[in-house]
């Protein structure tokens, strides 16, 4: 069942509601009209219990796509991804959504998986969803962006779907779209997140009008941002000592339980879906490095993403977390909460943030040029390789080696 609804942005006066505790995500889709290049953009900033991640490939079903998966999993899921259609989606889990007393639920990666494997548009999903069994067996918001422009999230229960447009400029008068873990058509006052949720918007609002917002932005200010939009403090920008160092992880866009962190870039109308790219960061965000990907690539995937034979875990993602337990290396009682923030940013420059977004911009630049002939021209698969082995090569000297 569909149903359809305006929004404005009236979560202003949403400050004094109670922050929740629990595991969640923070999310956002740009359109076109804010990114630097005319193309959006959809970020996928995940929390889990499972932070060990993992990229694949499939190509089992209709299309063939790239996804974000838990290391331990070996059932056909998928927590954010693309595929060769360049329709593209996330999700958020949703905390005020449910109306009934269906207790089997978390089944949106299973959701995400089947649709990745069949759907081209954003049509395609919203018939997708009308046809899918009930009880669906999911309490989200997912984010969806397809290769003709199409850009929307959908908040879906067991039994309904509602579609929030973000190329409407009566929902999106801004050209972007924040979530967290809550739905706008849910229950006013429950749910989860509404720290990050104007932390977000705090970072976002200023920028959107200046048209600029890349991948490379939405990582160094949303995904690393140790802004806290409650309690008033910005943690990068203030350089000078804080105290101890010690800081209590709660509420800030990058938590201990963030396990990746993905910008999704897609095309314009018209354009190559083959373009559609996934930037990815693997582990936790603050000392992960992200490194672009491309469904057209096929197997040939860069390895350092994927699964390594023993274990099944990904080396980029091992690696963020061994520099993860430098930032957090208490481990007794509540003490395992607290981080230690200039182990992450200082004065000196040579916190493991810091060291990481040099490897990372190095990156950046690599692709760029070759990028832009892809899109005139086809991705070529040959230059590709190339650019996937030296990349390999700068991370082992740089990135691997930060310790």
Not at 37 to 52: E, S
Not at 239 to 262: C, E, M, N
Request: proline share 6%; net charge neutral; hydrophobic share 40%.
């Amino acid at each position: 069942m569909k149903k359809t609804f305006i929004i404005t942005l009236f979560l202003v006066g949403m400050w004094l509601l109670p922050a929740a505790t629990g595991y969640g995500c923070t999310s956002a889709i740009f359109t076109g009209k804010v990114t630097a290049d005319g193309r959006p953009l959809l970020w996928k900033h995940r929390d889990t219990d499972d932070i060990n991640n993992r990229m694949a490939f499939f190509s089992t079903g209709k299309y063939a796509f790239l996804a974000l998966l838990n290391s331990s999993d070996t059932s056909a899921t998928a927590w954010t991804g693309s595929n060769s259609a360049g329709f593209s989606i996330m999700n958020t889990a949703s905390y005020n959504l449910k109306d009934d007393d269906i207790e089997e639920m978390d089944k949106e990666g299973e959701l995400m998986y089947k649709a990745l494997s069949e759907c081209a548009t954003l049509a395609d999903f919203e018939a997708f969803l009308d046809h899918y069994p009930r009880p669906m067996r999911v309490e989200a918001n997912f984010g969806v962006i397809d290769a003709q422009g199409g850009a929307a999230y959908y908040e879906v229960n067991n039994t309904q779907w509602v579609k929030v447009d973000v190329n409407d400029p009566k929902i999106a008068p801004n050209g972007f779209l924040v979530y967290t873990n809550f739905s706008y058509t849910g229950r006013f006052g429950e749910g989860m997140g509404y720290i990050r949720y104007h932390t977000a918007m705090e970072i976002i609002l200023p920028q959107a009008p200046l048209r600029n917002i890349t991948p490379q932005w939405i990582f160094h200010h949303l995904s690393r941002s140790f802004r806290h939009s409650l309690m008033g403090i910005d943690l990068r920008d203030d350089l000078s000592p804080k105290a101890s160092g010690w800081v209590y992880d709660q509420d800030f866009i990058p938590r201990k339980s963030t396990s990746a962190s993905l910008v999704i870039q897609g095309v314009k109308p018209g354009e190559r879906p083959e373009m559609t790219t996934l930037w990815v960061i693997l582990g936790y965000p603050p000392v992960g490095v992200a490194v672009p990907m491309w469904v057209k690539a096929g197997e040939r995937q860069p390895a350092l993403l994927c699964e390594s034979p023993v274990p099944r875990h990904a080396r980029l993602c091992d690696h963020a977390l061994a520099l993860k337990s430098k930032v957090f290396p208490l481990t007794r009682a509540n003490e395992k909460k607290y981080l230690y923030f200039p182990a992450l940013h200082n004065p000196s420059g040579d916190g493991l943030m810091q060291q990481v977004e040099r490897v990372e911009a190095a990156i950046f630049d690599s692709y760029r040029h070759p990028v832009e002939k892809w899109r005139e021209n086809g991705i070529d698969l040959k230059e590709l390789k190339k650019l996937n082995a030296a990349t390999e090569e700068l991370l082992a000297s740089g990135y691997l080696s930060i310790e």
